[in-house]
Nanobody, 118 residues
Framework: QVQLVESGGGLVQPGGSLRLSCVAS????????MGWYRQPPGKQRELVAS???????NYLDSVKGRFTISRDNAKNTLYLQMNSLKPEDTAVYYC????????????WGQGTQVTVSS
């Protein structure tokens, strides 16, 4: 079992920055891919960014150049640095871990609210 705890959300003005953190615990060795999802108000959850074991990173087109995902294996922590935030970035952000053992499955954090408003 893997537990994910997110932090770092809050209220920020347009153009500002936030850094989200996700601390993983439990069967960490079973984690294959980690990523960040978000769910804007009234919309479906979408993948924002992910990082694979080889270090390959993928980003939602609308956040490329503004967001950076990173993974610190020593600290068992996933980060999402968000710069140049826009009102449309407002959403609940969720940490996700894809477990590869004993079978593929997704684990989710509790979510952290990010609100971008002037």
């Amino acid at each position: 079992q893997v537990q994910l705890v997110e932090s770092g959300g809050g209220l920020v003005q347009p153009g500002g920055s936030l850094r989200l953190s996700c601390v993983a615990s439990g069967s960490i060795s079973n984690i294959y891919v980690m990523g960040w999802y978000r769910q804007p108000p009234g919309k479906q959850r979408e993948l924002v960014a992910s990082v694979a074991p080889g270090g390959r990173k993928n980003y939602l087109d609308s956040v490329k150049g503004r967001f950076t995902i990173s993974r610190d294996n020593a600290k068992n922590t996933l980060y999402l640095q968000m710069n140049s935030l826009k009102p449309e970035d407002t959403a609940v952000y969720y940490c996700n871990a894809l477990l590869g053992r004993p079978y593929f499955r997704n684990c989710w954090g509790q979510g952290t609210q990010v609100t971008v408003s002037s």
